[in-house]
């Protein structure tokens, strides 16, 4: 990672914005305690010590808190938080904080034990700043590598969806890097699916003795649209870079992956709405002809809609059956969760794609990838 110099214009504008005597002078956004308990599971960050480290810091400290309480209504605080932090810190910020980021000092990071004071330390300097960032941008984090499961889940409907074209809506799809599925290289098992020919390359394990099911064999896809509250452009640096800081720092594989998806997403062009899967998904579907199989996908977003308006999203994507035979493929835990047109009952796959169970709808509701399903 380039260090920017002190002098840099980025660095200097950071060092302008005028410091707020106390953050707790503002408005809260969400309560002190909800943003404490938030912290006070660290068990999130399972891939990053890091975080798992700071995590602690930040519920034992009620300045921090008080900062991390200015985080948008619904939006997940420890995510919005440690992004913003490391926001800063990609931007060029200089502070010795940065020598515990991994994402900037690769091996060469400092023992955890100190990173406590230099996160203070940190938010104290650049307290405008951080709370500038989680009062206006939300939890957006674009995973290339859930672009498997995306295909898994096409794969497992293509039986029944036959030959029929189906229409691709993704709800919450951020830079709409999913949306790219078909431009990606898939590697599993010994095999290759998608774009032998791509940069962006996807590597998984595969752990199960049957071989990995065909990923090119998927429902002919007649038009493939997005929807998010705020659609990010992978041709705009301030949005690349705030993908970049919502990777955790120890995750290098992955902000490699999300760089080389960028790069290729910035040449081709996905169709995104802006806008609430509440009122899209249904002005989506009545622009498709009545009858032709839609597809509606979502991964890690349901986490990121407000409680008290989960009932409607589920409603505005399960509605759109009336148009048409509808799935709806979740990935929003530690599983696959597929419901089909016609059928009570949801399929959940195992994250190596082979059904797992046949249950009720919302029985137990359990999606995706269990080594992700803390991820935003
Ligand atoms: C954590 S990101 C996940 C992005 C992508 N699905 C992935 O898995 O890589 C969640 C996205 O959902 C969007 N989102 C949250 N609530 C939404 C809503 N009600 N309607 C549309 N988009 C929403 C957010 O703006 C964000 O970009």
């Given at each position: 990672?380039?260090r ?7 660095t200097t504008q ?10 707790g ?6 309560s ?11 068990d ?21 808190i008080?900062?991390?309480?200015h ?8 995510f919005?938080?440690?992004g ?5 810190l ?7 904080l940065?020598?515990y ?8 990071v400092r ?10 330390s ?5 307290e ?6 989680v009062?206006?941008r ?18 497992a ?7 029929r074209p189906?229409h ?18 898939y590697?599993?098992?010994?095999r ?20 990995p ?7 002919v896809?007649?038009?493939t649209?997005?929807?998010d ?19 955790w ?16 997403a ?14 899209v ?8 002809p ?20 989960r ?12 148009d ?14 597929i ?7 949801i ?13 009720r ?16």
């Amino acid at each position: 990672m380039k260090r920017v110099p002190h002098e840099d214009r980025q660095t200097t504008q950071l060092r302008q914005v005028p410091r707020r005597k106390d953050a707790g002078d503002t408005a809260l956004v969400q309560s002190s305690d909800a943003v404490r308990a938030a912290f006070t599971d660290p068990d999130q960050f399972w891939s990053s010590p890091l975080y798992r480290h700071l995590s602690g810091v930040v519920a034992g400290d009620p300045y921090l808190i008080g900062l991390a309480a200015h985080t948008r209504d619904g939006q997940v605080p420890t995510f919005a938080f440690f992004g913003a932090v490391h926001a800063l810190l990609l931007a060029g910020v200089e502070h010795p904080l940065a020598d515990y980021y991994p994402s900037l000092r690769g091996d060469g990071v400092r023992p955890l034990a100190s990173a406590g004071p230099a996160l203070l330390s940190f938010a104290r300097r650049y307290e405008y700043a951080i709370v500038d960032i989680v009062s206006t941008r939300l939890v957006q984090t674009n995973q290339v590598g859930r672009a498997v499961g995306l295909r898994l889940a096409l794969a497992a409907i293509a039986p029944s969806a036959d030959s029929r074209p189906a229409h691709l809506l993704e709800v919450g799809s951020s830079a709409g890097l999913l949306l790219r599925h078909a431009r990606y290289r898939y590697r599993l098992g010994g095999r290759q699916f998608g774009d032998r020919a791509s940069p962006v390359q996807l590597v998984t394990e595969w752990r199960s003795a049957q071989p990995p099911p065909d990923l090119d064999a998927i429902p002919v896809i007649a038009s493939t649209c997005g929807v998010d509250l705020h659609p990010l452009d992978p041709s705009v640096d301030a949005d690349r870079r705030w993908l970049e800081a919502l990777i955790w720092p120890e995750d290098r594989d992955k902000a490699a992956l999300l760089h080389d998806a960028l790069a290729l997403a910035a040449s081709v062009p996905v169709n995104v709405v802006a806008g609430d899967a509440e009122h899209v998904c249904p002005a989506w579907s009545a622009r498709i002809p009545a009858g032709e199989t839609r597809v509606v996908f979502h991964c890690a977003t349901r986490m990121h809609v407000p409680v008290d308006r989960r009932a409607s999203f589920d409603r505005a994507i399960d509605g759109i059956a009336h148009d048409g035979p509808l799935y709806r493929i979740a990935i929003e835990g530690d599983g696959i969760q597929i419901a089909e047109p016609g059928e009570a009952a949801i399929r959940r796959f195992e994250v190596d794609g082979h059904l797992a169970s046949v249950g009720r709808p919302n029985a137990g509701r359990r999606l995706a990838q269990p080594r992700d399903r803390r991820s935003p």
